[in-house]
């Protein structure tokens, strides 16, 4: 079945310090890859989005995420990590077949330690 | 200018009553979604319209009923809501020739007393 892994519900890093969130999908082709942030009682935004090419992608504020088919990984990473960073992180992919459906992971919640 | 927005923001009202959530969208998108936020903050696709047709109706209880009268709008309304119904609703929009990059809404925290 087509599946979004993000094995970690939560992850606490220190302010200044580097991150890196995992996702894994599960596809029969590489289907395409978004990362979403959520900030507390907002909506979802688009942080990246990965369709071919180049397989270490940049986003909006400073991330950035390296695809990796080998292990049908998109793990998402920022070097730096600030206090307003703190949010729900969503993997989303949709499959290359065509079709409108995307497939949400269930999100890896942030929190920023002064 | 608001990409998606949503009305209301809010929702509070009592078990058996019938309600509306309103979306609307300016991005010229072709493609409307309905999605359900758990407590949990699990994301669930429930509806999707591309160019006011209904392309995805996901295992939904059909006390929920879509609309899209043009591809700019999207509502929501639901019947005889019960307690279960409580989460964030978000719309969201795409163009399908953009691969389902999605715009989302600001959500509608909906609350059934």
């Known amino acids: 079945a087509q599946s979004v892994t993000q094995p970690d519900i939560h992850i606490t890093v220190s302010e200044g310090a580097s991150l890196e969130l995992r996702c894994n999908y599960s596809?029969?082709?590489?289907?395409?890859l978004f990362w979403y942030v959520q900030s507390p009682g907002q909506g979802l935004q688009l942080l990246l989005k990965?369709?071919?090419?180049?397989?270490l992608v940049q986003g909006i504020k400073g991330f950035e995420a390296e695809f990796k088919r080998s292990q049908s990984s998109f793990n998402l990473r920022k070097p730096s990590v600030h206090w307003s960073d703190a949010a729900e992180y969503f993997c989303?992919?949709?499959?290359?077949?065509?079709?409108?459906?995307?497939?949400f992971g269930a999100g890896t919640r942030l929190f920023v330690k002064a | 200018d608001t990409a998606v927005s949503q009305t209301p923001k809010y929702l509070v009202t009592q078990m058996g009553n019938d309600k509306s959530i309103k979306c609307e969208q300016n991005l010229g998108h072709d493609t409307m979604y309905w999605y359900k936020q758990d407590s949990k903050k699990f994301l669930k696709i429930m509806f999707s319209?591309?160019?006011?047709?209904?392309?995805i109706n996901e295992t939904v209880p059909n006390r929920f009923s879509p609309k899209s009268p043009d591809k700019a709008h999207l509502n929501l309304h639901i019947n005889s809501l019960e307690l279960g119904d409580s989460a964030v609703y978000f719309c969201?929009?795409?163009?399908?020739?953009?691969?389902?990059?999605?715009?989302f809404g600001p959500g509608t925290r909906l609350t059934v007393l």
């Open positions: 596809y029969g082709a590489t289907p395409y």
């Open positions: 319209y591309n160019n006011k047709e209904l392309i």
């Open positions: 990965y369709f071919s090419g180049d397989t």
């Open positions: 969201a929009s795409s163009s399908s020739d953009r691969y389902n990059e999605q715009f």
């Open positions: 989303a992919v949709v499959p290359n077949t065509g079709g409108f459906k995307t497939i």
